[in-house]
């Protein structure tokens, strides 16, 4: 089955305590997505990927990290992570060099930063 | 910010009505999507549209594009109880490279 998974589903730690979220997809696509979803906020991105070992900065990328070694896995890293960064984050990936832009996204973690 | 605008923010009808939402962009755009999000789930993508596009029908899924006015429509016919969840416009824009810009989504009920 054509999927993104997400690991942890549900996160809460404590202010400064390295995380990562891991992402990974099955179906080849180059393209990669972080995004946080606040209420009120909508989808705002954070890191994207077109292809392994190319990353750049969304639309909010301050206190995230992420790579991309592997075409499939795209983790997020949170080094010191502070409660402001509590949110549902998604990950989502697409095949536009195909022209399929529509992106496939994973169920989501949601993250509590006390 | 690019970011897309969604109208209403929340919209109430019975089954059996119309739904229509309505979406507002900045910059010229590739396409425009659709996304559905049932809650505190991740999104599904619905529809695509093209920028040369003007309308598309996927089962009781309409959408409009108007690139003079720059916003677009989604309208579900004949609703169900099941099509309660929140909806996205997500634009392609010519300038962002493969990069999607989400709107706030317009929170959709609808009673049995």
């Known amino acids: 089955e054509a999927q993104v998974t997400q690991n942890p589903r549900y996160l809460i730690t404590v202010t400064g305590k390295k995380l990562t979220v891991t992402c990974s997809q099955n179906?080849?696509?180059?393209?990669m997505s972080w995004y946080r979803q606040d209420p009120g906020l909508g989808l705002r991105q954070i890191y994207y990927s077109m292809n392994v070992e190319v990353t750049d900065k969304g639309d909010v990328p301050e206190g995230y990290k992420v790579s991309r070694k592997e075409k499939r896995n795209f983790p997020l890293i949170l080094e010191s992570p502070s409660p402001n960064q509590t949110s549902l984050y998604f990950c989502a990936s697409s095949a536009p060099g195909l022209e399929r832009y529509e992106q496939y996204f994973g169920p989501g973690t949601r993250l509590t930063v006390t | 910010s690019q970011q897309g605008e969604e109208d209403p923010q929340a919209l109430s009808i019975q089954e059996g009505e119309n739904a229509t939402m309505n979406c507002s962009y900045k910059?010229?755009?590739?396409?425009l999507q659709w996304y559905r999000q049932n809650s505190g789930r991740g999104l599904v993508h619905l529809i695509l549209?093209?920028?040369?596009?003007r309308e598309k029908h996927s089962g009781r899924l309409r959408v409009t594009l108007d690139t003079s006015k720059k916003s677009s429509s989604l309208l579900i016919t004949a609703s169900r109880a099941a099509d309660t969840a929140s909806y996205f416009c997500a634009t392609h824009y010519i300038i962002s490279g493969s990069r999607l810009t989400f709107g706030e989504g317009t929170q959709l009920t609808v009673n049995p």
């Open positions: 179906m080849n696509h180059e393209y």
């Open positions: 549209i093209r920028s040369n596009e």
């Open positions: 910059t010229s755009i590739n396409n």
